[in-house]
């Protein structure tokens, strides 16, 4: 898939991994009706930060300018995912709310 200028993508012998057990990765939205389809059984996790940490995020790295930022938050849209994890606060923080789901019910099937 395309975002931001860029080209991205999933090697296939990544999907054969599945088989022995789990597998993370960093995808579109765009590109998951693909990824479901070639693993039914995936559980989304979608990591995302709310729309104003977001743009002062966006600004600090200075790739865009105001209006390429107002229109990227403009076209987010929530995932059709099994959970939500919101990256407002430190990088701890967030992973330990996806860690807790994971215990709990990410690996269940």
Known sequence: WRAHGLAYGVRTREFDKLELGAVLLNGSRAALPAIRARAPHCRVVQITASAHVLAQRLHAR????AQAIADRLQRAAPAQADVSVTNDGTVGETVAA????WDTAAHVA
């Open 62 to 65: 200075g790739r865009e300018d």
């Open 98 to 101: 996806l860690m807790h789901w």
